[in-house]
């Protein structure tokens, strides 16, 4: 590398610049020293084939084997296999609209809602409108950040892996850490899959899906081992809506995931009774804001998993 090469300096990912793989063979598209930082102009998940005036024939039409795209890699210098990659999340910037799915085939009750259906949303001043009376706070962040395997051989985009990837934590917003174990030389981080707002599960598959800006600090830590991903919040959770009382329901029994069914099941039933929701604007809404939480895992035979709505959504009757 140039010796004469400015030091902080900020590079700039472009939109096109994007794979649909983890996969340590991908030329990189950048080399960063630690510490540098990196700014993302992403597409949405759908890469570019949902916009704000989709329809429903839109996601009858979806290219699966195209979404959960991820921009990069980067190479950082130094960055070895038993490092761990700290991720500083210093800005997310969503566009002015976003959307909202059921996917058939996916989603955790892909079974029960099998036809297509999407929302478009309109996103302003850090709020996003579901329904008259209905709104979200805005809490951005990708869904996508990982870095390439050690293994040889291409991995899918869709789920997550120990080196990251697919991990759709809410948490981490603008001002959170994470830490990544690396695995292959150079760490080969990316980025995607910009989400305006979720709720913990994201249940129907989708969250609010938007473009967005993004940028990170990128530090190797030779002195911070990990295994897995870990990470800081950049402060009390849910800060926009834990102002208000929650309702949850649960799911109780001997299987975490059919009692997790349960729990969205129970929910979506209280939102079509208590506020007139339709069936499928129920499942959508659980996805974009109810947080689903592990409320018990010690008394055998059975488990409690819950499924918590901030009643501060809705609008005071």
Known sequence: MPSNRPINRTIHVKREQWHLAWDKSITPIAFIESGETVEFSLMDASCGQIGPDSSVDTIRALDFSRVDQVNG????????????????????????????AIIPGFGLLADEFTEPAIHIWHLEDGWAEFVPGVRIPLAPFCGEVGLAPG??????????YRHGGNLDTKHLTAGS???????????????????????????CGTAIE???????????????????????????????????PYYATTGVGPDLME????????????????????????????????????????????????????????ASE
């Open 210 to 244: 938007t473009p967005m800006h993004a940028t990170v600090r990128l530090s190797v830590r030779k002195d911070y081992p990990v295994q897995a991903p870990q990470l800081v919040t950049a402060g009390p959770l849910n800060p926009h809506a834990n102002i208000a």
């Open 151 to 160: 293994q040889p051989g291409a991995l899918s985009t869709i789920p997550p």
């Open 177 to 203: 850490t994470l830490y990544l174990p690396v695995e292959a030389s150079g760490a080969l981080f990316s980025l995607g899959d910009g989400h305006a707002a979720q709720g913990d599960g994201e249940v």
């Open 73 to 100: 890699p980067i190479y950082v210098e130094g960055a070895a296999p038993g490092d761990t990659l700290q991720i500083e999340f210093l800005s997310f910037e969503p566009a002015e609209w976003g959307w909202t």
């Open 259 to 314: 009692a997790t069914r349960d729990a969205v099941r129970q929910m979506i039933a209280h939102l079509e009774r208590r506020y007139g929701l339709s069936h499928t604007d129920a499942y959508m809404l659980c996805s974009v804001a109810v947080d689903l939480k592990i409320c018990e895992v010690v008394d055998a035979p059975h488990w409690v998993v819950g499924a918590f709505l901030p009643e501060s959504l809705f």
